[in-house]
């Protein structure tokens, strides 16, 4: 397991289109291992794939609710459910955040590391934060999705 280097800013794979997981192999578990390190090595909730530089439709998600790190291989949103403006940040834009418009409530079909698929559902920060992730799979970022009116603002570490 490795740490992996988080792209930022206006790195072009940030705004690339990730493709689909066909092989549920030793790669991808490489793959999901590093990500969750990565992600506890930057005190983050959320990494997606194209964040470490790899356009493939994989998500790590760790709300630290004692359940340890959810994996999600190619994501999809099956329902959403009411709607929230609330601040949210990234990995890839430090020191920096914006309040985005997202849906209050979702349901997400994505497969495990066996290639089984699961459903998932989240509200509030957990709902923004699979929004947030899948949203990388298909280049956007959050600075896509803000609210009407508002703008990216620099946040203090």
């Known amino acids: 397991m490795a740490i992996r280097k988080i792209r930022v800013d206006d790195d072009p794979i940030l705004r690339k289109k990730s493709r689909p997981v066909e092989a549920f192999d030793e790669r991808l578990f490489e793959l999901l291992d590093d990500m969750k390190d990565t992600l506890a ?3 983050g909730i959320g990494l997606a794939a194209p964040q470490i530089g790899v ?3 994989v998500v790590v998600i760790d709300m630290g609710e ?3 790190p959810v994996e999600l291989i190619n994501p999809e949103i099956l329902e959403t459910k009411g709607e929230q403006v609330a601040d949210e940040a990234c990995l890839s834009l430090p020191h920096k955040a914006g309040k985005t418009l997202r849906p209050m409530a ?3 079909r ?3 590391r066996n290639g089984n698929w699961v459903l ?3 509200s509030d920060l ?3 934060c699979f929004c947030h992730e899948i949203d990388h799979l298909d280049g956007k970022l959050y600075t ?3 609210a009407p009116g508002e703008h990216v603002y620099q946040v203090d570490d």
Do not use: F, I, P, W
């Open 106 to 108: 979702v349901k997400v």
């Open 55 to 57: 356009l493939r439709r």
């Open 126 to 128: 957990k709902a923004r």
């Open 41 to 43: 090595r930057a005190d």
């Open 144 to 146: 896509d999705s803000l």
């Open 110 to 112: 994505a497969q495990n």
């Open 66 to 68: 004692g359940q340890g």
């Open 120 to 122: 998932y559902e989240g």
